[in-house]
């Protein structure tokens, strides 16, 4: 959200913040733990979208101010490349990565201050990582201009970020229906995998309304792969074009050249990840 008067970016949506002040809602939440002990396990940090969830918090040992600066850390990460440092093709793998810290920061894309800051951020141990006043205080938020001055000639919003979120935008919506094709060919591998370990082990399943279903599924295959790779391939060629045009252009230097047609790579790996269920190994 960006308010009009002072034209500052502010975060909202807190439907899971915690109070670190332990006061009233802390309470109500003991009530509950205490109301369902002996039936199910209260998960009291495991708390937050998967993707910028502290480790500390994935293993549910604890989430305070550190958890909160890991999270703003991967923020920081995503705003600059188009996607979190963390990805996975479900919960399990994307915490399997951030557990153990494993990310790349894409140098070509991302400045070196800012490198610096979210290196320091995105800290396993949650006592190493850079405390919110050295933040404030890091080269990279630091400006030695008067403040009213940078305010005024700092822009909102760069006119060639604008063009590049408008490309985002269209290969989002252009490409949106393969989500849901590329998850029928996820469901189909997974029903050929099952019926497969039941020939090797000699197990001839019942049949069901169920089965039947999954049987007629599976002849859809080859359509579906048909249609999924003309789609990867539309993509492919669609990158292929921007990327020509970005070489061609005469109003870019050699440096931001580099820098836009990286930034354009990553955008393909974010968009083959969200919509063709293609995972790509750090």
């Known amino acids: 959200m960006v308010t009009k008067d002072e034209k500052r970016v502010k975060i909202i949506d807190f439907g899971s913040c915690k109070d670190m002040e332990g006061t009233e809602f802390e309470k109500k939440f003991d009530e509950e733990?205490?109301?369902?002990?002996?039936?199910?396990?209260?998960?009291?940090?495991?708390?937050?979208?998967?993707?910028?969830?502290?480790?500390?918090?994935?293993?549910?040992?604890?989430?305070?101010?550190?958890?909160?600066?890991?999270s703003l850390g991967c923020v920081l990460f995503h705003l600059f490349t188009g996607f979190p440092p963390f990805l996975g093709k479900?919960?399990?793998?994307?915490?399997?990565?951030?557990?153990?810290?494993?990310?790349?920061?894409?140098?070509?894309?991302?400045?070196?201050?800012?490198?610096?800051l979210i290196s320091k951020m995105i800290v396993l141990d949650p006592q190493n990582r850079i405390k919110i006043?050295?933040?404030?205080?890091h080269p990279f938020l630091k400006n030695e201009s008067n403040d009213e001055e940078f305010k005024e000639s700092y822009p909102i919003f760069d006119l060639g970020e604008y063009a590049y979120s408008m490309i985002v935008k269209k290969?989002?919506?252009?490409?949106?229906?393969?989500k849901e094709l590329s998850s029928k060919l996820e469901k189909i591998n997974r029903i050929e995998q099952i019926d497969e370990d039941c020939?090797?082990?000699?197990?001839?399943?019942?049949?069901?309304?169920?089965?039947?279903?999954?049987?007629?599924?599976?002849?859809?295959?080859?359509?579906?792969?048909?249609?999924?790779?003309?789609?990867?391939?539309?993509?492919?060629?669609?990158?292929?074009v921007?990327?020509?045009?970005?070489?061609?252009?005469?109003?870019?230097?050699?440096?931001?050249?580099?820098?836009?047609?990286?930034?354009?790579?990553?955008?393909e790996r974010q968009l083959c990840h969200d919509f063709f269920n293609i995972t790509f190994e750090w």
């Not at 279903?213 to 359509?223: G, I, R, S, T, W």
């Not at 020509?244 to 990553?266: A, G």
């Open 199 to 240: 020939k090797r082990n000699g197990i001839n399943p019942e049949k069901t309304e169920e089965n039947e279903k999954d049987e007629q599924l599976k002849m859809e295959k080859p359509q579906l792969m048909e249609e999924y790779n003309k789609g990867l391939e539309c993509l492919k060629s669609d990158i292929v």
């Open 242 to 267: 921007h990327l020509t045009t970005i070489r061609n252009s005469n109003f870019l230097d050699d440096n931001k050249r580099d820098k836009l047609i990286n930034k354009f790579l990553f955008m």
């Open 90 to 116: 479900s919960d399990y793998l994307i915490f399997q990565n951030s557990t153990i810290c494993k990310y790349i920061l894409p140098e070509d894309i991302i400045s070196q201050e800012a490198i610096d």
């Open 133 to 137: 006043e050295n933040i404030y205080s």
């Open 33 to 70: 733990r205490a109301k369902y002990k002996s039936r199910k396990p209260v998960y009291k940090n495991f708390v937050g979208t998967p993707n910028y969830m502290a480790p500390e918090c994935v293993r549910n040992k604890s989430s305070d101010y550190n958890s909160d600066i890991w």
């Open 171 to 178: 290969l989002k919506n252009k490409n949106k229906p393969f």
